[in-house]
């Protein structure tokens, strides 16, 4: 079913936070931010560190006010949402934290930690919540051995899978996963994405999937995001993204994506200049002064989210020239060099 025909269970709409710099202005950490995710679906939000992607994450679960913009679940505004109404959207949104140790209370055992969401909400009680206890571990791979250890006592993985379990003791609808892999071993961020994977086709879920990795988000995702400095610069489906890339900053971040293939040498972009500063950012775009393409009217003016076809979205004055200038790294006189160095 086309995005046209459906009904989107996520609505971010024009989102902005910023963060007062005292003596010096304001940061701009997430600045008119929208975007959609239907049931079923995961939207991938990559960038650079610090754009601002997990900003967005923390916003949308309420633990930073926003500055402005709305924030829709199946149509709710949920930064309106107070009291009962409030409590009764915690129960359909929930997160994943980045770091599986802190993100778990270090004196209460890993059943206690599942069981406190039952005691909050009063979904089941008595007997019946060790009950759903142990359904919930064995959904998840939680072995019932290791409800009475703490979470010193687990390494990362199993702490993250415990973090996940919690988020999804309530039986939630959406859930934002916070770069729920980037501290974690290879071998092990697999495991946590194949997890998350069979949890989303049994169950439903959608999900907000933060990263800066490329690879993992690319596996996990429908659609990709692409952040720069506070501000979504390009989306579309996984696959359009990685083979038909329109905006420069997007392209210069799959160049440097790792490659297996030994024959493959598609040039690495090397970004110059200088970045852009989120506090009062000025006019134009903010990609502007480390892009190959900037010109005149690039540092005028910011450009507009344009809708190209088939939901791909880029802001870019000159994206139709974007990837023809890529291809022809001779033009750029060092901007790019060989991936194979």
Known sequence: MSEENRTPLVQVQNLKKHFDIKGKGKLHAVDDVSFDIYPGETVGLVGESGCGKSTVGNVIMRLHKPTGGRFLFQGQSVFDAQGKEHLELCKKIQVIFQDPYSSLNPRKTIRAILKESYGIHKMVKGEEVEKTIRTLCMETGISVDLLDKYPHELDGGKRQIVGIARALSLSPEFVVCDEPVSSLDVSIQATIINLLIDLQKKKGLSYLFISHDLSVVRHISNRIAV???????????????????????????????????????????????????????????????????????????????????????????????????????EKFQGVLQDGSD
């Open 227 to 329: 952040m720069y400095l506070g501000q979504i610069i390009e989306m579309a489906e996984t696959d359009e993204i990685f083979s038909n890339a329109l905006h420069p900053y997007t392209i210069a971040l799959l160049s440097a994506v790792p490659r297996v293939e030994l024959t493959d040498k598609m040039s690495r972009i090397v970004l110059k200049g200088d970045v852009t500063s989120p506090i009062n950012p000025k006019p134009g775009c903010r990609f502007a002064p480390r892009c190959w393409m900037a010109r005149e009217a690039c540092f005028e003016k910011e450009p507009e989210m344009i809708l190209k076809g088939d939901g791909h979205m880029v802001a870019c004055h000159f994206y139709s020239e974007s990837r023809e200038l890529a291809e022809k790294a």
